[in-house]
T-cell receptor, first 113, second 114 residues
Framework: DTAVSQTPKYLVTQMGNDKSIKCEQN?????MYWYKQDSKKFLKIMFS???????INETVPNRFSPKSPDKAHLNLHINSLELGDSAVYFC????????????FGPGTRLTVL | AQSVTQLGSHVSVSEGALVLLRCNYS??????LFWYVQYPNQGLQLLLK??????LVKGINGFEAEFKKSETSFHLTKPSAHMSDAAEYFC????????????FGTGTRLTIIP
């Protein structure tokens, strides 16, 4: 009965490859987010979707493309991976009228070699 | 634009001692404020939140925080530290309307000395 789940938990890949991270929430929330946590633990918003519609795109390189097939899923596809993409990526979700309380997934640690 | 400053990237306290983690925010609109905790290799868990109701907010695990508008602060406290409190703590701010992303501080690593 996990609330926000992400797969995979760990992802190790070579520079130049394309990879995807999946996120699912079973909370019935309308809004989902992707955050990036760098090696210094700094967390920054990347994208936000509300009911499958892109709401926030924080100047992320267009190699990153979020996809929301339905409001319970927000996947992140990354093309032409670079060393600097190594980070922990967190998915989060929020319900309407929740005072913006966001529920976070366990994270996906991406390592680009 | 909104921002959060967490003073002290590392804080060490003895078991049983007071925990005080500092957070100052900047916001041009009334803010919502949050404290999240991250245990090693885990996601973020909400400790408590301020959403313009009571200025003293109580959260889980005995933590509380006080919103002080005049000082633009939202410091996190716990009267008596426990070994299980060792973790990374993040303060975050969002607006209460419109763009509702969370803007995080740089985090404070709390170490508990036995």
């Amino acid at each position: 009965d996990t609330a926000v789940s992400q797969t995979p938990k760990y992802l190790v890949t070579q520079m130049g490859n394309d990879k995807s991270i999946k996120c699912e929430q079973n909370l019935g929330h309308d809004t989902m987010y992707w955050y990036k946590q760098d090696s210094k633990k700094f967390l920054k918003i990347m994208f936000s979707y509300n009911n499958k519609e892109l709401i926030i795109n924080e100047t992320v390189p267009n190699r990153f493309s979020p996809k929301s097939p339905d409001k319970a899923h927000l996947n992140l596809h990354i093309n032409s991976l670079e060393l600097g993409d190594s980070a922990v990526y967190f998915c989060a979700s929020r319900s309407r009228g929740s005072d913006n309380e966001q529920f976070f997934g366990p994270g996906t640690r991406l390592t680009v070699l | 634009a909104q921002s959060v400053t967490q003073l002290g990237s590392h804080v060490s306290v003895s078991e049983g001692a007071l925990v005080l983690l500092r957070c100052n925010y900047s916001s041009s609109v009334p803010p919502y404020l949050f404290w999240y905790v991250q245990y090693p290799n885990q996601g973020l868990q909400l400790l408590l939140k301020y959403t313009s109701a009571a200025t003293l907010v109580k959260g889980i695990n005995g933590f509380e925080a006080e919103f002080k508008k005049s000082e633009t602060s939202f410091h996190l406290t716990k009267p008596s530290a426990h070994m299980s409190d060792a973790a990374e703590y993040f303060c975050a701010v969002s607006s209460n309307f419109g763009n509702e992303k969370l803007t995080f501080g740089t985090g404070t690593r709390l170490t508990i000395i036995p």
